[in-house]
């Protein structure tokens, strides 16, 4: 088969391993995860308690999607760790004509924005998990180059794979030194003040009534709690107008301040950020203005976040605990002599752009192999067979 653009059933082809439940000691049931996440050993069941007579088997190659989910892109190749697991029939399974395609390749075009989206329109339903029929999957058409472009293709995204593997490395391992240096800076050897003594002014903000939009859109820049978690903050999704701002207990904090999550989703509560411009924020926020003559501006992010647990751990409230100005104003916190706190903060934040270093590279290498794998999966760009040769340096 020339390349070209065929549809995925030219290359797949359904297989049905069936097993019967009472024939088995256990079920190792396969999940697949969403946006093509993979293909994963979801849980072991008995026998005993699977209600379906007969289930499918899985192997290591296969083609697998949750036709519930295909609107979440659950699609995914099995892997060596799922080998023998077993799938019900909402899991349709495909063997890849290896003479045709790379497995591999299949893999790549399943993780592809293009063909996420073609799945989902194809999908049917009246309810959000409209479900992807087997002939509609397999009509799907996508782009199939020769077999040694595939191979390239395959290659060159593994390689990126792992550099971006060894970015996401070096992130985490930035993350953890800072972490490490907040808490060899929260330890005993500096005297400890609440935060209300270090500062000139301590407020939460506030929302104006959403019922009119005149409130909203303006030039102030209006931060919600989920958005606190930023070192360096310049802006928010959204913005209040001057009326908006006047007509609620929202109000602009000042560039240099620190502002705090009281509550939210997750663990967005005991985050702290640092305002790099003027900005208002939500009650759910309480900004913080350092009396300069006392404390760093950076430096009070950094003591605040040292405490992020204690913090955590002192909020109240049963269905959703969240901390309060109160509890945030007594946190004690690491106060060194003010002549040595610029140092300090500039090595904390030293930590910090080595971290933002690291994720903004990860960033970018995820971005580039998004928009290439894009580029080659459209069957206007190709590598160039000399590639083979560096393939063939590195071997």
Known sequence: MS????????????????????????????????????????EVADPEGVKAKQLARIREGDVIYNRMWATRASFGIARADVDGCLVTNDFP???????????????????????????????????????????????????????????????????????????????????????????????????????????????AGGTPSRLNLDNFGGAIPWLKSGEVNNDNIHTADESLSEFGLSGSSAWIAPAGSTVVAMYGQGDTKGTAGFLRAPMSMNQAVIALVPETTLIEPRLLMHAIRSRTGSLRARAIGAAQPNLSKSIVLSEAIAVPPRDDQASIADYLDAFLLLCSDAGSYASALRCLRTNLLTALLSGEHEIPATYDDLLEVHA
């Open 93 to 203: 399974t495909f063997e890849t004509n290896t003479d045709l395609a790379l497995v591999d390749f299949i893999g790549l075009i399943l993780q592809t924005k293009d063909f996420q989206a073609e799945a989902a329109l194809r999908a049917s339903g009246t309810t959000e998990r409209r479900r992807l029929k087997e002939k509609d999957f397999l009509s799907i058409e996508t782009w199939l180059p020769s077999l040694p472009e595939q191979c390239r293709i395959v290659d060159l995204m593994g390689a990126l794979d792992e550099a971006i593997a060894v970015a996401d490395e070096s992130h985490e391992a930035a993350s953890f030194a800072y972490i490490a240096a907040l808490q060899d800076f929260d330890g005993p050897r500096h005297p400890r003040r609440e935060i209300s003594e270090v500062l000139k002014k301590a407020k």
């Open 3 to 42: 390349e070209g653009w065929r549809v995925l059933g030219d290359v797949l082809a359904q297989v049905n391993r069936s097993v019967v439940v009472a024939d088995v000691e256990s079920v190792p049931y396969a999940g697949v995860r969403w946006y093509a996440g993979g293909v994963y050993l979801r």
